[in-house]
């Protein structure tokens, strides 16, 4: 069932967001495919009028209208995007609005910036940067990695409406540059991330971030077991490595793994011993894990004096991943672990 809620065309983002969070917790993911198309193509529609009048506020020389319009229109395609399926004809065309929106609104006082990473001559790593909302000096940043399907951009477009008024910088990679450069592991490039922030005045180097969820979860939190810069972490905090050990254990041995509670509760802490900054493990629609198994990971830590949270987002049965709420959530603990880690 689809019980839509169609936000009006005003460029007023909290009025667009909440509408989207109404909508998405209303359409069960049963629906029919033709009534989620159409749904998709009405918030492709509202995503259209905001970009409209975008690009009139432009000319108009009004560019925090501007600014606000493409912010609306953001949330609307990712909306639009979620609904669409593998087959509709209008996905390709949404992940290109989302990317012109993104450059639409960088191109405003370069509210955003295509950067260039260097890896020690040996090559280059592409990245978004996103400037803290004041011009001073001491901020936190936040590197965010996107999921294994998702290229940088659509990550970025998704963040935008959230991120932007918080006093805070972040720096947006692609899953696949990040896993799969000829230069070594993963932890090498984002290491090479840390050092590029650290190297702006703007950035308090003592108070870095990282984000990644998917199999992007896995690679954020083997990055925090190895450098200890990172202040806080939204990862998986070991899970992904566990579960794919105990599943070969069982394939390799044919049977099921009998759960030995203190040998498995051992197992899931291994990582997370080694994690020596808070962590947020989100369990749910975005994860690669049981959430019965993040649960018992926070138990385990809990136990052993480890400062780690889970969140699992309160989506109704049958409704979509409501990622505003979530994202909304994870950037919010986010903010209140860096804003208590110590200032350089």
């Given at each position: 069932?689809?019980?839509?809620?169609?936000?009006?065309?005003?460029?007023?983002?909290?009025?667009?967001?909440?509408s989207?969070?109404?909508?998405?917790?209303?359409?069960?993911?049963?629906?029919?495919?033709a009534?989620?198309?159409?749904c998709?193509?009405?918030?492709?529609?509202?995503?259209?009028?905001?970009?409209?009048?975008?690009?009139?506020?432009?000319?108009?020389?009004?560019l925090?209208?501007a600014?606000?319009?493409?912010?609306?229109?953001?949330?609307?395609?990712?909306?639009?995007?979620?609904?669409?399926?593998?087959?509709?004809?209008?996905?390709?065309?949404?992940?290109?609005?989302?990317?012109?929106?993104?450059?639409?609104?960088?191109?405003?006082?370069?509210?955003?910036?295509?950067?260039?990473?260097?890896?020690?001559?040996?090559?280059?790593?592409?990245?978004?940067?996103?400037p803290?909302?004041?011009?001073g000096?001491?901020?936190?940043?936040?590197?965010?990695?996107?999921?294994?399907?998702?290229?940088?951009?659509?990550?970025?477009?998704?963040?935008?409406?959230?991120?932007?008024?918080r006093?805070?910088?972040?720096?947006?990679?692609?899953?696949?540059?990040?896993?799969?450069h000829?230069?070594?592991?993963?932890?090498?490039?984002?290491?090479?991330?840390?050092?590029?922030?650290?190297?702006l005045?703007?950035?308090?180097?003592s108070?870095?971030?990282?984000?990644?969820?998917?199999?992007?979860?896995?690679?954020?939190?083997?990055?925090?077991?190895?450098?200890?810069?990172?202040?806080?972490?939204?990862?998986?905090g070991?899970?992904w490595?566990?579960?794919?050990?105990?599943?070969?254990?069982?394939?390799?041995?044919?049977?099921?793994?009998?759960?030995?509670?203190?040998?498995?509760?051992?197992q899931?802490?291994?990582?997370?011993?080694?994690?020596?900054?808070?962590?947020?493990?989100?369990?749910?629609?975005?994860?690669?894990?049981?959430?019965?198994?993040?649960?018992?990971?926070?138990a385990?830590?809990?136990?052993?004096?480890?400062?780690?949270?889970?969140?699992?987002?309160?989506?109704p049965?049958?409704?979509?991943?409501?990622?505003?709420t979530?994202?909304?959530?994870?950037?919010?603990?986010?903010?209140?672990?860096?804003?208590?880690?110590?200032?350089?």
């Open positions: 069932m689809l019980r839509a809620a169609w936000p009006e065309v005003t460029g007023n983002l909290a009025s667009t967001r909440q989207a969070v109404v909508f998405l917790d209303g359409v069960d993911q049963e629906s029919d495919i009534g989620r198309r159409n998709a193509a009405k918030w492709t529609s509202i995503g259209d009028a905001h970009c409209l009048f975008a690009d009139l506020s432009v000319q108009r020389g009004t925090d209208e600014a606000h319009a493409w912010l609306c229109a953001l949330t609307a395609f990712e909306v639009a995007r979620r609904l669409s399926d593998e087959d509709d004809p209008q996905r390709a065309g949404l992940v290109a609005k989302l990317e012109a929106c993104v450059e639409g609104f960088g191109s405003l006082d370069q509210r955003v910036e295509r950067v260039k990473i260097t890896l020690y001559d040996q090559g280059e790593l592409s990245a978004y940067y996103v803290a909302r004041t011009s000096s001491c901020v936190p940043a936040i590197v965010c990695i996107s999921r294994e399907e998702e290229t940088a951009g659509i990550l970025l477009g998704r963040l935008l409406p959230l991120i932007t008024g006093n805070m910088a972040v720096l947006v990679v692609s899953y696949d540059d990040i896993s799969n000829w230069l070594g592991p993963s932890e090498i490039l984002l290491s090479y991330c840390l050092d590029h922030l650290s190297t005045p703007e950035i308090d180097a108070r870095m971030a990282i984000y990644g969820e998917g199999l992007s979860a896995a690679l954020a939190t083997n990055f925090a077991a190895a450098d200890g810069r990172v202040s806080a972490a939204i990862c998986d070991g899970l490595s566990w579960t794919r050990t105990r599943s070969s254990i069982e394939w390799m041995t044919r049977t099921a793994v009998i759960p030995d509670a203190g040998l498995s509760s051992t899931r802490l291994r990582l997370a011993r080694k994690l020596r900054c808070p962590i947020l493990v989100v369990a749910g629609e975005r994860s690669i894990f049981n959430a019965s198994e993040a649960i018992k990971l926070e385990d830590c809990a136990w052993a004096s480890i400062d780690l949270e889970l969140l699992i987002p309160q989506t049965e049958g409704a979509f991943d409501n990622f505003i979530c994202d909304e959530a994870v950037f919010e603990w986010l903010e209140r672990k860096l804003d208590h880690a110590p200032a350089s």
